[in-house]
Structure formats: structure tokens, C-alpha cells
């Protein structure tokens, strides 16, 4: 059982920065790659970004790309989301989630294991 535990959220105001961080514990973390999504009031859950199991490959959303930066440490067995020139629209519980094997990076479906989320508030 894989349990994941997102910290670094907070309020900000527009064009600021946070680092959000995700640590596992329970199995190993970086078997399948593990990405980060987010879901704002009254909207459905979208993908933000992931990284596979080495970290040689990233993927974002077109939302999210150029500002935000996924990256980890498997020494520390957490991933990271350095999120930059942040937006009103960016505000949203962010999620960090464990990649089944085989699954979809960009769909929440391709995901086996989710965190409890860390509310991102960014203020115009």
C-alpha cells in the first residue's frame, strides 16, 4: 500500500512561486512514475504534470508548461512541483498520485494511489 502526503501549499500572490512537495511511503514510490493534478471549486480534476519512474522524462499540461517545473529525489523517495509565475487561475487543491503500471500519465484513471491534496490559493 503506497500512502503519499502532499505538503507546500499556501497562499501567494500572482506571479509568485511555491514548491509543492510530495513524499511516499509504504512501497516503492518510483515504480511507475507519479504525477500531480488538481481540482478547483465547482470544476473537475485535471492534470497538472508527471514524471516517469527515472526522471528522464516529464510531461505537462499546456496550462502548465514553462512555469511549472516536476522533478525528484528518489534518495528522499518525494517528487517535487516548482510552480512559477503563478496565476488566480492556478488556484486549486493540488494532488500528487502513484502511476499504475501501464497507465495513462495525462488521465487521472492511470493512477492507483492519491494523496489528500494541499490547497494552492493565489491571489490577484
Do not use: H
Request: hydrophobic content about 30%; glycine content about 14%; some cysteine.
Amino acid at each position: 500500500q503506497v500512502q503519499l502526503a502532499e505538503s507546500g501549499g499556501g497562499l501567494v500572490q500572482a506571479g509568485g512561486s511555491l514548491r509543492l512537495s510530495c513524499a511516499a511511503s509504504g512501497t516503492t514510490f518510483s515504480s511507475a512514475g507519479t504525477g500531480w493534478f488538481r481540482q478547483a471549486p465547482g470544476k473537475e480534476r485535471e492534470f497538472v504534470a508527471a514524471i516517469n519512474r527515472s526522471g528522464g522524462s516529464t510531461f505537462y499540461a499546456d496550462s502548465t508548461k514553462g512555469r511549472f517545473t516536476v522533478s525528484r529525489d528518489s534518495a528522499k523517495n518525494t517528487v517535487y512541483l516548482q510552480m512559477n509565475s503563478l496565476k488566480p487561475e492556478d488556484t486549486a487543491v493540488y494532488y500528487c498520485a502513484a502511476r499504475r503500471a501501464g497507465g495513462n500519465y495525462y488521465q487521472s484513471e492511470g493512477y492507483a494511489y492519491w494523496g489528500q491534496g494541499t490547497q494552492v490559493t493565489v491571489s490577484s
